[in-house]
């Protein structure tokens, strides 16, 4: 047990010195196996993936051992290209060139440096002042449809739903374009700002308590995005269930 511990510390030592870190694969309380054991709990099997970037939370669950059917809409042509690419390999994985909202329509979406940042809403000033990556490059137009309009094309009557959101700020107004839908869904990841960081983004406790008055229970929450100085917490990923 000694040699072993000293073996984990010079791998952690080693890894630390070139931009890494080494932490023991816990099953019990990481958080990437807690979301996957949620949503066996609860028998998901398809994952409704809106803000699907290239493919990288799809790709995610996969890795971890996800195998029902991921439906991933993205509205920015580049990244999209990028995830029906990945998509293609995989029979029980859809990609969707759409953005989701409250309407029915188009919208100009602001592309960032980093992709993953672009967003419907413009980002606020300061957010870019220490992360640059948010900054905008280009923007393009983009069709836009709510939940409600489009959810009948792909959700089948066996299906134990779970949506996930990453929409940089819209994620509020995607759940007001699905209240017919909306009840279907046994679960919910969000990406929720702690302050906000897009100009006309909902709160945190805005989308918190509507999310709470459609049934969901909060049952997890995971680290994400952070001041790169200060340290402090910016984004959240919520887990919510239904609890009943």
Known sequence: MALKTEL???LKSI???LGFDV???QHHCHPLARRLRLMQHYGINLIVDVGAGEGQ???LMRQRGYRGRI???EPLSASFAALQAKARRDSAWEAVNLALGDHNGEAILNIAEHAVASSLLPIYPEIVSFYPGGRPVASERVSVRTLDAVISDYLRPEDRPFLKLDTQGYEKRVLEGAQASLPRFLGLQLELSLRPLYQGEA???ETLDYTLSQGFTLMALEPGFSH???GRMLQVDALFFREN
């Open 15 to 17: 890894a630390r010195k």
């Open 203 to 205: 709160s945190f406790l």
């Open 23 to 25: 932490i023991r694969y």
């Open 8 to 10: 984990y510390n010079l």
């Open 71 to 73: 439906v991933s809409f």
């Open 57 to 59: 939370y799809a790709v």
């Open 228 to 230: 790169p100085e200060t």
